[in-house]
């Protein structure tokens, strides 16, 4: 049983570059993977993504990749020539006729003007080399298996709630049983005699009997109590599961809601209402926690 709440983290360190993958993941009805990383990763993004499906069902997961890269291994420098060899050109023309009366050196001019950035451009490379996307990838897995290994984790301590729970209810069960035994026995006691009090000897005894324990049986709680009991054995065996299980734990709280409101609506007893009372208040603390189950 695994939590849809988790956190994994994953990073590479290569000589020339640095990857650092972190993914967080919280509730959600679906799986819905965002990631945020440099654009000149967008080509892999659907690989990560159904690398996620991979491993995670439900939840709502953001993932931030960060790639740190060495400036001088990604840079290149992009000469203007044009622009060059029209300064040079013009240099020289003006050495040999507008100053050719003056000490002017075209060539010092030159190796002055040559450090100006208009000359000049340093180019961040936007190609994403194999290893560097093959690095990306197996980092990002890291990070997911992490992560996966964490909702894990928190569904385990999830599933002490729920055994406790299932404990509470189960005894629950038996008080309410044990009443439904007491009240039973007395209202079929004071029913015969009230009937027989009524009606004395003009119907028959037997007849009588016949329609008390009907009515009796209106209000018998004993098939809601079993199913109830049936649910608690389906979730023992639903919390063991590594699977997908959150969307089937939801309806099963469901079921077990339906038979303890029909279990109150059957009885007139205040201590088996208060039990009832009980069991919603446990039943409601289940749903809150399957909430956050994959």
């Known amino acids: 049983m695994k939590s849809m709440t988790g956190y994994g983290k994953s990073t590479c360190l290569k000589e020339n570059y640095q990857i650092i993958v972190e993914i967080k993941s919280v509730n959600h009805r679906f799986l819905d993977t965002v990631i945020r990383m440099p654009r000149e990763f967008n080509a892999v993004e659907m690989k990560l993504k159904n690398m996620t499906k991979k491993y995670l069902n439900r939840?709502?997961?953001?993932?931030?990749?960060?790639?740190?890269?060495?400036?001088?291994?990604?840079?290149?420098?992009?000469?203007?020539?044009?622009?060059?060899?029209?300064?040079?050109?013009?240099?020289?023309?003006?050495?040999?006729?507008?100053?050719?009366?003056?000490?002017?050196?075209?060539?010092?001019?030159?190796?002055?003007?040559?450090?100006?950035?208009?000359?000049?451009?340093?180019?961040?490379?936007?190609?994403?080399?194999?290893?560097?996307?093959?690095?990306?990838?197996?980092?990002?897995?890291?990070?997911?298996?992490?992560?996966?290994?964490?909702?894990?984790?928190?569904?385990?301590?999830?599933?002490?709630?729920?055994?406790?729970?299932?404990?509470?209810?189960?005894?629950?069960?038996?008080?309410?049983?044990?009443?439904?035994?007491?009240?039973?026995?007395?209202?079929?006691?004071?029913?015969?005699?009230?009937?027989?009090?009524?009606?004395?000897?003009?119907?028959?005894?037997?007849r009588i009997l016949t329609e008390v324990a009907l009515l009796i049986e209106k209000g018998d709680i004993n098939e809601e109590l079993d199913r109830l009991i049936l649910h608690l054995k389906k979730l023992e065996s639903l919390i063991q599961n590594e699977a997908s299980i959150g969307k089937e734990l939801d309806f099963l709280i469901q079921e077990m809601n339906r038979e303890v409101n029909t279990i109150g609506s059957k009885s007139t007893t205040i201590a088996i209402k208060e039990q009832v009372v009980f069991l919603k208040t446990v039943i409601e603390k289940i749903r809150e926690q399957v909430q956050n189950i994959e």
């Open 59 to 206: 939840g709502r997961v953001e993932c931030f990749v960060t790639v740190k890269k060495e400036t001088d291994a990604y840079q290149t420098m992009e000469i203007k020539w044009g622009l060059l060899d029209k300064l040079v050109k013009e240099l020289d023309e003006a050495e040999e006729t507008r100053y050719a009366d003056y000490h002017f050196s075209a060539k010092k001019i030159l190796s002055g003007a040559i450090n100006h950035p208009a000359l000049f451009e340093v180019v961040e490379s936007d190609e994403v080399d194999e290893q560097l996307e093959i690095d990306l990838l197996t980092t990002f897995e890291e990070a997911v298996r992490a992560l996966d290994k964490s909702r894990l984790e928190e569904g385990t301590g999830i599933k002490e709630y729920f055994v406790t729970y299932k404990k509470e209810i189960e005894s629950a069960v038996e008080k309410i049983r044990g009443q439904a035994e007491i009240f039973e026995a007395e209202h079929q006691e004071k029913l015969e005699k009230k009937v027989m009090d009524l009606v004395g000897d003009k119907i028959d005894e037997p």
